[in-house]
C-alpha cells in the first residue's frame, strides 16, 4: 500500500491559482499511475486529472481542462496539481489517489486503491 498525505488547500478569489501537494510513502511510489477527484457537499466525487507512471502522459476532465495541471516529482514521491483561473465550483475537498488499473480505467474512482484524506480548496466569487 502506498500512503497518501494532501496539503496545500484553503481559500481563494476566483480567478486565483492554487497548488496542491500529495506526498507519498510506503511502497514504491513511481510504479503507479497517480490521479486527483474532487468532492462538493451533496454531490458525488468526481475525476479531475491523472497521470501516468512517468509522468509523460496525462488527461484531464472537460470542467479544468485548460486551468489545471497534473505533475509528479518520482524522486521526491510527490505529485500537484497547479489550478489556474479558479472558479466557485471548483470548491470540494480534493483527494489524490493510487490507480491501481490500467490507464483506460482512470476516470473511474474504483480505479483507485489508495487515498489519501483530501484537503479543502474553497473558491469565494
Known amino acids: 500500500q502506498v500512503q497518501l498525505v494532501e496539503s496545500g488547500g484553503g481559500l481563494v478569489q476566483a480567478g486565483g491559482s492554487m497548488r496542491l501537494s500529495c506526498a507519498a510513502s510506503g511502497r514504491t511510489f513511481s510504479f503507479y499511475a497517480m490521479g486527483w477527484f474532487r468532492q462538493a457537499p451533496g454531490k458525488e466525487r468526481e475525476f479531475v486529472a491523472a497521470?501516468?507512471?512517468?509522468?509523460?502522459?496525462?488527461y484531464y476532465a472537460d470542467s479544468v481542462k485548460g486551468r489545471f495541471t497534473i505533475s509528479r516529482d518520482n524522486a521526491n514521491n510527490t505529485m500537484y496539481l497547479q489550478m489556474n483561473s479558479l472558479k466557485p465550483e471548483d470548491t470540494a475537498v480534493y483527494s489524490c489517489?493510487?490507480?491501481?488499473?490500467?490507464?483506460?480505467?482512470?476516470?473511474?474512482?474504483?480505479?483507485?486503491?489508495?487515498w489519501g484524506q483530501g484537503t479543502q480548496v474553497t473558491v469565494s466569487s
Open positions: 489517489a493510487v490507480c491501481s488499473t490500467g490507464w483506460k480505467s482512470v476516470v473511474r474512482d474504483t480505479s483507485y486503491n489508495s
Open positions: 497521470i501516468t507512471w512517468s509522468g509523460v502522459n496525462s
